[in-house]
């Protein structure tokens, strides 16, 4: 069974830090690109970053260009996304996210449960 | 980068009858090489995250009851779901995966009348 376990999601301050985790199992990890998404409470789905299956390749949205870094480790089968310079508009769920191997490297085809992010003084 | 805009923001309609959804994109997401739009369409229940229900505009991801389908070409797009069923309330976006970033519409809350 294909499973994303997210983690790291917690309150912090604006300007601060934070690393979440996503496990992933039931499939080969290390040949597939991966990608994050975030969703503003009660908002719709808004794309983050993504990486290519041994890590050369990152891209970022606009918003997050500089203050975010996406990384792997195809050891642990854990994908990562530092995020540094935190801002209010940062709030949301935060999805990791598998894309296909069959489509494209866009075309996400699973997707964790999230872990919630809120970035508050 | 980009837009996608989806027609209505909500819709209510009763069970059984048909649902109808649109997404437009504000430039073509159709490959001319091999024909292909680069176009999907994710249903999220509450609470849960989004599912791929459909690919390539029109192609059913494996499990999708064959009451959702999707159509159009280039800019213009549509999920329809045939008959409404009780467990089909959810809110769904389109997204394009042309380009990167790739890149989702506002979403359509669908709620039963």
């Known amino acids: 069974e294909v499973q994303l376990v997210e983690s790291g999601g917690t309150l912090v301050q604006p300007g601060g830090s934070l690393r979440l985790s996503c496990v992933a199992s039931?499939?080969?990890?290390?040949?597939?690109?991966m990608h994050w998404v975030r969703q503003a409470p009660g908002k719709g789905l808004v794309w983050v970053s993504r990486?290519?299956?041994?890590?050369?390749?990152?891209n970022y949205a606009d918003s997050v260009k500089g203050r975010f870094t996406i990384s792997r480790d195809n050891a642990e089968n854990t994908l990562y996304l530092q995020m540094n310079s935190l801002r209010a508009e940062d709030t949301a769920v935060y999805y990791c996210?598998?894309?296909?191997?069959?489509?494209?490297?866009?075309?996400?085809?699973?997707w964790g449960q999230g872990t919630l992010v809120t970035v508050s003084s | 980068d980009i837009v996608m805009t989806q027609s209505p923001d909500s819709l209510a309609v009763s069970l059984g009858e048909r649902a109808t959804i649109n997404c437009k994109s504000s430039?073509?997401?159709?490959?001319?090489?091999?024909?292909?739009?680069?176009l999907a369409w994710y249903q999220q229940k509450p609470g849960q995250p989004p599912k791929l229900l459909i690919y390539?505009?029109?192609t059913r991801e494996s499990g999708v009851p064959d009451r959702f389908s999707g159509s159009g070409s280039g800019t213009d797009f549509t999920l329809t779901i045939s008959s409404l069923q009780a467990e089909d309330v959810a809110v769904y976006y389109c997204?394009?995966?042309?380009?990167?970033?790739?890149?989702f519409g506002q979403g359509t809350k669908l709620e039963i009348k």
């Open positions: 996210a598998r894309a296909t191997t069959t489509v494209t490297s866009n075309t996400i085809d699973f």
């Open positions: 039931g499939f080969t990890f290390r040949s597939y690109w």
């Open positions: 990486i290519n299956s041994d890590g050369s390749i990152t």
């Open positions: 430039q073509s997401v159709l490959t001319s090489s091999d024909n292909k739009n680069f």
């Open positions: 390539w505009a029109s």
């Open positions: 997204q394009h995966y042309y380009t990167t970033p790739p890149t």
